[in-house]
């Protein structure tokens, strides 16, 4: 006897962004964040569990490659999937005993700042939910494998409230707007390098939090209105509006990066030269047709309405002519997605 259960969940990029913990065991941020999930299959984790009375103990499969289980928070949101489920008695005690085998794959680069874990885990632990049938918040659960996953439970524009509780139990993310909302959003993802970054993301904010003094400034004084303003601009569809304050807070997420102490950085040469030529090309046109933000790395997300795309398309790849410029087709996004669930 043998279930299995396979799901997928899309990556999101952050508008506004989510940088420093209050609390690290249970991943609460410092700031309400934004973000717009992208299609279904365009970037997206694809996660396989299969749960067996002869599985000698867990396993965890990434990109093909055996990983060790020995991962805390792999191991929370499995301990605590199973712990609901044993709570709401929907599956019986020996079918909680037996281990799992996790596979999953990522069709775009992992731990380059593409939100790898925020696809990643938004998958596992809608697997796991189906696997043993709870009924739960599903944003809650991902968050505890990492923040940014929260987010990408849901399609369309995401706000994740940081909450204000102790237990974390009102900080979980919902939706702004569907996809449908804006359908002439798009997004290009620009590949600049798919290596793993040498800073990860936790690593890199819990430096900032012990020693920036930029992130305290912008926790307190900007982050909360700049999230009323994004909310006012996707809500109204002003692109112009969305696409400075969205420039403004990537510019602002990498200056605390510098701001941090030993300093890090994620942007390269190359990502400094897309936002010469974007802000160049906004100022030609003279009016922002293009948004570009950049997570925890050197790729960059472009912003910018399906009108443009063509002539934006071809700017890119004359300036970087390279085959690594891809173009994602935009928002169009149902949540993470059961796939199918078999049961021998
Ligand atoms: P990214 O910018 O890609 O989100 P992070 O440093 O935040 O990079 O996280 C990368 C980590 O996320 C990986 O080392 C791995 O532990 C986890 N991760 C990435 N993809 C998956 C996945 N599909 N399933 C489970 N965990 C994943
Ligand atoms: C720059 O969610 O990857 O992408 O919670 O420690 O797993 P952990 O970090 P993660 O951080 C994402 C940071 C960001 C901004 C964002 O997605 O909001
Ligand atoms: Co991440």
Redesign the pocket.
């Known amino acids: 006897m043998s279930v299995i259960v396979t799901a997928t969940a899309s990556v999101?990029i952050?508008v506004i962004?989510?940088?420093g913990?209050r609390d690290e065991e249970l991943?609460l941020p410092l700031n309400d964040?934004i973000?717009a999930t992208l299609d279904t299959n365009v970037m997206c984790a694809r996660t396989s569990v299969c749960a067996r009375p002869d599985i000698e103990e867990n396993e965890m499969y990434l990109n093909g490659i055996k990983t060790s289980f020995d991962n805390k928070?792999l191991q929370t949101c499995l301990n605590k999937i199973k712990a609901i489920a044993t709570l709401q008695k929907v599956v019986d005690k020996e079918f909680l005993s037996w281990n799992v085998r996790i596979c999953s794959e990522n069709n775009f680069p992992t731990a380059a700042?593409l939100?790898s874990?925020?696809a990643g885990y938004a998958c596992l632990v809608t697997a796991l939910a189906k696997l043993y049938k709870i009924e739960s918040d599903i944003s809650q659960l991902a968050r505890l494998?990492?923040?940014?996953?929260c987010?990408s439970v849901f399609g369309g524009f995401v706000r994740w409230h940081a909450g204000g509780k102790c237990d974390g139990s009102d900080s979980t993310a919902s939706q702004i707007v569907q996809s449908t909302h804006w359908p002439e959003m798009r997004v290009l993802v620009l590949v600049v390098a798919d290596k793993k970054k040498h800073t990860?993301?936790?690593i890199g904010?819990k430096r900032s939090v012990e020693s920036s003094e930029l992130l305290k400034y912008r926790v307190e004084h900007c982050v909360p209105r700049r999230v009323d303003e994004m909310i006012n601009a996707i809500k109204g569809k002003d692109f112009q509006r969305f696409a400075e304050l969205t420039m403004k807070d990537s510019n602002q997420?990498h200056a605390v990066c510098l701001d941090s102490y030993p300093p890090f950085h994620y942007l390269t040469n190359v990502s400094y030269k897309i936002i010469d030529v974007i802000h160049k090309y906004n100022e030609i046109c003279k009016e922002t047709r293009v948004a570009y933000t950049f997570?925890?790395g050197p790729n960059a997300c472009l912003f910018l309405l399906e009108k443009d795309v063509p002539e934006v398309l071809s700017l890119i790849k004359y300036i970087f002519p390279s085959p690594n410029t891809d173009y994602v087709r935009g928002l169009d996004v149902p949540k993470a997605e059961e796939e199918n669930t078999f049961e021998t």
């Open positions: 999101n952050a962004k989510y940088w913990k991943i964040s973000s928070r700042g939100a874990s925020a494998g990492s923040g940014s996953a987010r990860s993301s936790s904010m997420f997570d925890a």
